[in-house]
Nanobody, 117 residues
Framework: QVQLVESGGGLVQPGGSLRLSCAAS????????MGWYRQAPGRPRELVAL???????RYADSVKGRYTISRDNAKNTMYLQMNSLKPEDTAVYYC???????????WGQGTQVTVSS
């Protein structure tokens, strides 16, 4: 079992920055593929960024060059640095952990990010 807790969301003006954190507990964090997803009102949940156990990353086209995903295996924590935020980035951001041993996905409860002047 994996427990995920996101933090760092909030209200920010366009062009601003936020850093999200996802603290994981309960399983072998190091081997898991981690990811950030987001869901805006009335829209399906979408992938924002992924990071493998070895640190390889993948980004949605909409956030490339503005967002950076990272992980600290010693702290069982994943991060999402978001720069140059736009109103269309407004969404609930979710952390996901894919356990490569069991094939099970685990989700956090989500953190709201609102980009508005």
């Amino acid at each position: 079992q994996v427990q995920l807790v996101e933090s760092g969301g909030g209200l920010v003006q366009p062009g601003g920055s936020l850093r999200l954190s996802c603290a994981a507990s309960g399983s072998a964090f190091n081997r898991n593929i981690m990811g950030w997803y987001r869901q805006a009102p009335g829209r399906p949940r979408e992938l924002v960024a992924l990071i493998s156990s070895g640190g390889s990353t993948r980004y949605a086209d909409s956030v490339k060059g503005r967002y950076t995903i990272s992980r600290d295996n010693a702290k069982n924590t994943m991060y999402l640095q978001m720069n140059s935020l736009k109103p269309e980035d407004t969404a609930v951001y979710y952390c996901k952990s894919y356990d490569t041993a069991s094939g099970v996905d685990y989700w956090g409860q989500g953190t709201q990010v609102t980009v508005s002047s």
